[in-house]
């Protein structure tokens, strides 16, 4: 078992689920609703909870009743939430996901009124506890200056990056983490028209992976790239978090030491089987 934080947002997410997404301007009824605590870096320590490892969450706190959901949710998985960051103003960023039957895309509006976890708040951590440390990649300005810090605070403490989207310089953060892992929404983005073009593209010292939907998932390390097909449930029941489900699979495989290959394989068959089941609860044992 080992002790992992994430560095991340927790949201709230209101999800809809509609026969086909709507047209604008157009009226629906939704087909079932339900709430559900979100966030990636919260995802990731969910699923990682679940793989035997104890998880605390770095990230900010508004006192309004929307928390109430969140706080519960990852209390039922241990998750210590005490290095959060507790503000009285603002609101829990709120996620609104419009789940098409149809076609199983999922449309999301988002909300936030709530500040960053600061480079401030991070410095008061202890980290030595920690075997990991995971990143959301946002806030790059702050993030840079954790990493900055961890390098020369506790050199030996292994870091992961999650970069799912194209932010302004993000690329400044790309030398510091011991892994980085890719979304094809960010390789896409940049121009790359698969997982390993991204992946090659990278200086030689760097280890990242790629994912791919469901054509599965690359990673490169010693510039030797290896990939891994996506592992398809009997039904596909919800997609939403296959992404962060993985990067819990990576990270708990190569806290085990596994090789960059049996990572790989062992994080697209977690997020395949999570693929066909509603939300994070059982997923090892359900
Ligand atoms: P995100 O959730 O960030 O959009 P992806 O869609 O790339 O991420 O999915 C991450 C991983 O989840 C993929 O590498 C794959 O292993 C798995 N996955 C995603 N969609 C499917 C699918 N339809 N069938 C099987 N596995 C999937």
């Known amino acids: 078992m080992a002790n992992i934080l994430a560095v991340g947002i ?20 939704a087909l079932s609703q339900r709430q ?10 969910v699923v990682l909870s679940q793989l035997g ?3 605390c969450w770095a990230g900010v706190i508004i006192d309004e009743p929307d928390v109430q959901l969140i706080k519960q949710d990852l209390a ?11 503000l009285n103003s603002g609101k829990m960023p709120t996620s609104y996901i419009s789940l098409s039957k149809e076609s199983g895309s999922r449309t999301i509006v988002h909300h936030r009124d709530c500040p960053e976890f600061s480079f401030t708040d991070f410095q008061k951590i202890d980290l030595q506890p920690f075997d990991w440390v995971h990143f959301e990649g946002r806030n790059v300005d702050e993030t840079l200056n954790m990493f900055k810090w961890l390098k020369q605070h506790y050199p030996d403490l292994p870091f992961s ?17 011991h892994f980085l892992m890719f979304s094809q ?25 790629c994912t791919w939907g469901e054509l599965g998932a690359w ?3 010693n510039a030797n790239i ?41 994080a697209c068959q977690l997020a395949g089987h999570k693929c066909g089941q509603l939300g994070f609860a059982n997923l090892i044992n359900g």
Request: hydrophobic letters at 40%.
């Open 10 to 29: 927790a949201t709230l997410d209101i999800i809809n689920t509609v026969e086909s997404y709507p047209a604008e301007d157009e009226e629906v009824r």
């Open 36 to 45: 559900a605590r979100g966030g990636n870096a919260t995802n990731t320590l």
């Open 53 to 55: 490892h104890h998880g």
């Open 76 to 86: 039922s998985f241990n998750i210590d939430f005490s290095a959060c960051t507790v």
């Open 161 to 177: 990056l999650e970069v799912e989207k194209p932010r302004a310089n993000i690329e400044s953060l790309f030398d510091y983490p």
């Open 185 to 209: 929404q960010y390789a896409l983005a940049k121009g790359y028209e698969t997982a390993s073009a991204l992946l090659q593209a990278l200086p030689t010292t760097i280890s990242a992976s």
């Open 219 to 221: 990673a490169i390390n």
């Open 226 to 266: 290896v990939s891994s097909p996506a592992y398809p449930p009997a039904n596909i029941v919800d997609t939403l978090g296959a992404g962060d489900t993985f990067n819990a699979g990576l990270i708990s495989a190569l806290l085990q030491q596994k090789t960059i290959k049996q990572a790989l394989t062992q």
